[in-house]
C-alpha cells in the first residue's frame, strides 16, 4: 500500500533549529514535496525534491533519500510565524499526490 | 482574480441536500484537483481532471461528482450530503506536462458542515 509517515506535532524554540521528518512507501516515485499550512489557511508550496542530497532555500532546506524513503525539511533561526503545519506529500506517477498527515510545528518564545 | 477562489468560504448545510462547491482559475492549469481534509488525517484525493472535458476519481470519490467543461472551472457536487462528508474542502491546479512533479497550486477552501 501507499505510506506516508510524518510526526504528528513538534515543539520547538525560536531561533533554534528544527528537523521534520517523513517517511514514505508508494507504488512509484516522481518526487516530494513539502508544503506549509497556517491554521484555517491553504496549503503553500516550500520545497520539491526529486534526487538526493540536500536543496536549500534560505532559511529552509530539504533532504532526500530514495533508496531509504526518507525526506526532512530543516528549519532554521525559528520564527514565530514559522508555527504551521508542515505537510509531506509523494508524487506517485500517476498524476497524483499521496499526503502525510502533517506536523503541527508550534514554536515557543 | 489572481489564483485560485473558491465559493463559499463556509456553509452549513441540512442532510440530503444537494450541494455544489464553486473552483475558479484564472492560470490556465490544465490539471485541477478537489481533496478533502479532516483532523488527524491527510489530504485526501476525492476527484482530479488532467484537462477540459475529463475527470478521475481519486481516493475517496463516493457521494461526489465534478464536471470539467472549460479550462477554469471545476466545480464538485454533493448529490446527497451526509453528515460524514463535514470537513475542509480544497479546489487545487498544476501546470501538468506528464512528466511528473508539479507543484499545485491551493485555493482558500470551503468549510463543510453537513447537520
Known amino acids: 500500500g501507499q505510506n506516508i509517515d510524518q510526526p504528528t506535532e513538534m515543539t520547538a524554540t525560536e531561533g533554534a533549529i528544527v528537523q521534520i521528518n517523513c517517511t514514505y512507501q508508494?507504488?512509484?516515485?516522481?518526487?516530494l514535496f513539502w508544503y506549509q499550512q497556517h491554521a484555517g489557511e491553504a496549503p503553500t508550496f516550500l520545497s520539491y525534491?526529486?534526487l538526493d542530497g540536500l536543496e536549500e532555500k534560505g532559511r529552509f532546506s530539504s533532504f532526500l533519500s530514495r533508496s531509504k524513503g526518507y525526506s526532512y525539511l530543516l528549519l532554521k533561526e525559528l520564527q514565530m510565524k514559522d508555527s504551521a503545519s508542515y505537510l509531506c506529500a509523494v508524487d506517485d506517477g500517476n498524476y497524483q499526490l499521496i499526503w502525510g498527515a502533517g506536523t503541527k510545528l508550534i514554536i515557543k518564545p | 482574480i489572481a489564483g485560485i477562489t473558491q465559493a463559499p468560504t463556509s456553509q452549513i448545510l441540512a442532510a440530503g441536500r444537494r450541494m455544489t462547491l464553486r473552483c475558479t482559475q484564472d492560470?490556465?492549469?490544465?490539471?485541477m484537483y478537489w481533496y478533502r481534509q479532516d483532523l488527524g488525517l491527510g489530504l485526501r484525493l476525492i476527484h482530479y481532471s488532467n484537462t477540459a472535458g475529463t475527470t478521475g476519481k481519486g481516493e475517496v470519490p463516493d457521494g461526489y461528482s465534478v464536471s470539467r467543461a472549460n479550462t477554469d472551472d471545476f466545480p464538485l457536487t454533493l448529490a446527497s450530503a451526509v453528515p460524514s462528508q463535514t470537513s475542509v474542502y480544497f479546489c487545487?491546479?498544476?501546470?501538468?506536462?506528464?512528466?511528473?512533479?508539479?507543484?499545485?497550486?491551493f485555493g482558500p477552501g470551503t468549510r463543510l458542515t453537513v447537520l
Open positions: 492560470m490556465r492549469h490544465n490539471a
Open positions: 487545487a491546479s498544476s501546470d501538468s506536462n506528464g512528466n511528473g512533479g508539479d507543484t499545485q497550486y
Open positions: 525534491n526529486v
Open positions: 508508494t507504488s512509484g516515485f516522481n518526487g
